[in-house]
């Protein structure tokens, strides 16, 4: 009965004009890029980048050609939206899109990541069936059905990332309001209300707020009765948090989403009023896409399903250690906050230490975190264990270059939410000499019974 219920085919409309918004917001976030120095600051002046561990073979294009890869991407996400050679155009896209995410993390966020998930569902979804050049070129694609499902995967993918950021704000900094104190201190600037950002009857009501908000959103759409209702708190969340957060498109992006928890009839009266009605045809059912169900769609939600529990199964606390906290929906959390770091380097030769100016055989070697790094990256460095391990492997690979093989020592406090400072790092641990733990605690990151005392 289920599997019938999943194969209906039903009114295509909300594939059809998500697809049109996803096109639009690829083209706004690929031009935006551009246009807000985010492609400059991130990907063109840095001397170095961290990427994520294992793609360090991805290298930005020399000189001003990461302009021109932005701007490309700018041009599939019009492809997209008008839905010319769709397939190919967000193929294309979406190689682009996830190799320059992964070729740095100093500017992480989780709506890109958000992306290449929804655009790899999308690549096996029939967004391009109406309202598309595909589909007038090619008669035989156009049509006005989808099997149910279509709608099904992709309210499945935007309720995974609301139930655990809903479970991810649990925890004693958000729960009491120490962490929404934070967020809002640095916007009391806001007009009108920003002066009341910092008062505790504003920030705590808000950290409630978002758990609720989080938690309830995709069941209150999910019922008719509570929809409307549902769709106020939608715009007013997300464009609150465009407004006073500034968080890119993640709020408009979170907002599509609508469309596929109202009735597809509904969705086609308001965006596609000459289309013709489909009854009496709509409620067949078709089988086709079966395969693509079973075998694709199945195992990606159990690996979507998993990953933001992994770190339950890594000692230490996430919030402190940060392993696993990547790709789990942990967004805007906490602040971690740290001195700057030093680095003792130690050639293993001489067992002497190596300055920032380094003499030998009239060879003068220079290292400085200042001269390599950007004020963002430096930033990244001095709270991050995995970009702390990334600088000691560069440092180390900088200086066997010059013939010198050398120890790296890390000196690194830390703070979680403006609780006192701690070490991160086990200051006697050669973080040159050991490799990264993908999937198991790193035993040098230090560990503590509890990070805020």
Same mark, same amino acid.
């Given at each position: 009965?289920?599997?019938?219920? +999943? ?16 096109? %639009? ?17 991130? %990907? ?16 930005? +294009?020399? *000189? @001003? ?11 599939? *996400? ?34 890109? @990541? ?6 790899? &569902? ?18 035989? $694609? ?17 309720? &995974? ?37 910092? =008062? ?5 009501? #808000? ?35 465009? $407004?006073? +957060? ?18 597809? =009839?509904?969705?086609?009266? #308001? ?17 086709? *896409? ?7 769609? #199945?195992?990606?939600?159990? &690996? ?48 002497? =230490? ?20 950007? =004020? ?70 230090? $560990? ?6």
């Amino acid at each position: 009965m289920f599997t019938q219920k +999943l194969f209906l085919q039903i009114d295509n409309s909300p594939l059809i004009i998500f697809r049109i918004l996803l096109g %639009l917001l690829l083209f706004i976030e690929s031009f935006g890029s551009i246009l807000t120095g985010w492609v400059k600051n991130n %990907l063109i002046t840095p001397r170095i980048l961290f990427p994520f561990i294992g793609f360090e073979w991805l290298h930005p +294009l020399p *000189g @001003y050609g990461m302009y021109f890869y932005f701007a490309l991407m700018a041009i599939l *996400g019009l492809f997209v939206m008008i839905g010319y050679r769709y397939k190919a155009s967000l193929f294309c896209f979406l190689l682009l899109w996830t190799a320059q995410y992964l070729m740095q993390k100093t500017s992480y966020n989780n709506h890109y @990541y958000f992306l290449i998930l929804i655009c790899f &569902i999308m690549l096996f979804l029939p967004a391009n069936a109406y309202c598309s050049f595909d589909s007038k070129r090619n008669k035989r $694609l156009k049509s006005l059905f989808m099997p149910q499902w279509c709608s099904y995967v992709l309210m499945l993918q935007i309720a &995974i990332l609301y139930f655990y950021a809903t479970i991810a704000k649990l925890y004693p900094d958000w729960l009491d309001g120490t962490f929404t104190r934070l967020l809002y201190s640095n916007k009391t600037n806001f007009p009108v209300i920003g002066k009341y950002f910092t =008062e505790k009857w504003f920030y705590l009501p #808000i950290a409630y707020l978002g758990i609720l908000f989080d938690g309830l959103v995709v069941p209150l759409l999910l019922w008719k009765k509570t929809r409307t209702i549902a769709l106020i708190a939608n715009i007013i969340f997300h464009l609150s948090n465009s $407004l006073i +957060l500034q968080v890119g498109i993640f709020p408009y992006f979170a907002l599509s989403f609508v469309v596929f928890f109202y009735p597809p =009839e509904t969705i086609r009266r #308001i965006f596609f009023r000459n289309r013709p009605t489909l009854q009496p045809y709509i409620d067949n059912v078709n089988f086709k *896409g079966i395969n693509v169900l079973k075998y694709l769609f #199945i195992p990606y939600f159990m &690996i979507q399903i998993f990953l933001p529990l992994r770190h339950w199964l890594i000692e230490g606390d996430v919030f402190w250690t940060e392993e696993g906290h990547r790709l789990s929906w942990r967004m805007m959390l906490r602040k971690r906050s740290g001195y700057p770091i030093q680095f003792l380097i130690i050639d293993k030769k001489t067992g002497k =230490e190596v300055k920032n100016t380094y003499s030998k055989n009239n060879l003068s070697i220079s290292f400085s975190l200042d001269h390599l790094l950007t =004020e963002k990256q430096k930033n990244k460095i001095n709270t991050s264990p995995d970009v702390i391990w990334q600088m000691a492997q560069y440092i180390k690979k900088d200086f066997k270059q010059k013939g010198i093989d050398v120890a790296v020592y890390a000196d690194c406090w830390v703070s979680i939410n403006n609780h006192p400072y701690k070490r991160l790092i086990n200051e006697k641990t050669d973080l040159a000499n050991v490799k990264w733990n993908y999937f198991t605690h790193s035993p040098w990151i230090i $560990l503590y019974e509890d990070y805020r005392k």
